[in-house]
């Protein structure tokens, strides 16, 4: 049974930061596409980044880049959101996905939310 398990979302002053982790058992991250949403209610959900498996390729949208540090530890089979300089506008909940690319399974977790106000 696969389990996704984000945590450390909270509340953070702007400038701040915060380090999401996205937990998974029962698949290997590495062979794993993740990718990281935010979804503020009312909006749809937005892509703001993702690291393809063990090669550490990491991508992100233009909002965040600079300031957003995707990576995976192969050990704890976990894959990190580094936040630095949050802004107000990233506040959201912030959700993690691994995506298998050939055998296309993919799963959600619950969310982890961040709020950025002072």
């Known amino acids: 049974q696969v389990h996704i398990v984000e945590s450390g979302g909270g509340l953070v002053q702007p400038g701040g930061s915060l380090r999401l982790s996205c937990a998974a058992s029962?698949?290997?991250?590495?062979?794993?596409?993740t990718y990281w949403y935010r979804q503020v209610p009312g909006k749809e959900r937005e892509l703001v980044a993702y690291i393809i498996g063990s090669s550490g390729y990491g991508y992100y949208i233009d909002s965040v880049k600079g300031r957003f540090t995707v990576s995976l530890d192969d050990v704890q089979n976990t894959v990190y959101l580094q936040m630095n300089s949050l802004k107000p506008d990233d506040t959201a909940v912030y959700y993690c996905k691994p995506h298998h690319p050939t055998l296309q399974r993919e799963f959600w977790g619950q969310g982890t939310p961040v709020t950025v106000s002072s």
């Open positions: 029962g698949i290997i991250l590495s062979v794993y596409t």
